[in-house]
């Protein structure tokens, strides 16, 4: 069964720096893309960075230059570097994969629970 388990989220002060970890595990046979999104109180889910497996990256407006994606293909494993927070940070982070599963053929997208990122003094 796969799982998404994201790990990292916390309280942090404005400009300060955290860094988010999500492992996929179980049964992967590939993995695609991969990417965070977030939800902050009252507003919808929406995307924060992504990557492709060579690489590849794009970033909401509203966080580049500060947040910075990453893989490590050996680890089935994204982070999201984020530093110069803000409040308006403030979310659950939900990180999410684009995979193919052993013994199938059709890639599918999980995500995980998400961890919460508090930014606030």
């Known amino acids: 069964q796969v799982q998404l388990v994201e790990s990292g989220g916390g309280l942090v002060q404005p400009g300060g720096s955290l860094r988010l970890s999500c492992t996929a595990s179980?049964?992967?046979?590939?993995?695609?893309?991969m990417g965070w999104h977030r939800q902050a109180p009252g507003k919808e889910r929406e995307s924060v960075a992504a990557i492709t497996t060579y690489g590849s990256t794009n970033y909401a407006d509203s966080v580049k230059g500060r947040f910075t994606i990453s893989r490590d293909n050996a680890k089935n494993t994204v982070y999201l570097q984020m530093n110069s927070l803000k409040p308006e940070d403030t979310a659950v982070y939900y990180c999410?994969?684009?995979?193919?599963?052993?013994?199938?053929?059709?890639?599918?997208?999980?995500w995980g629970k998400g961890t919460l990122v508090t930014v606030s003094s």
């Open positions: 179980g049964g992967i046979y590939r993995i695609n893309d």
């Open positions: 999410n994969a684009d995979l193919i599963v052993a013994g199938t053929l059709a890639g599918m997208a999980y």
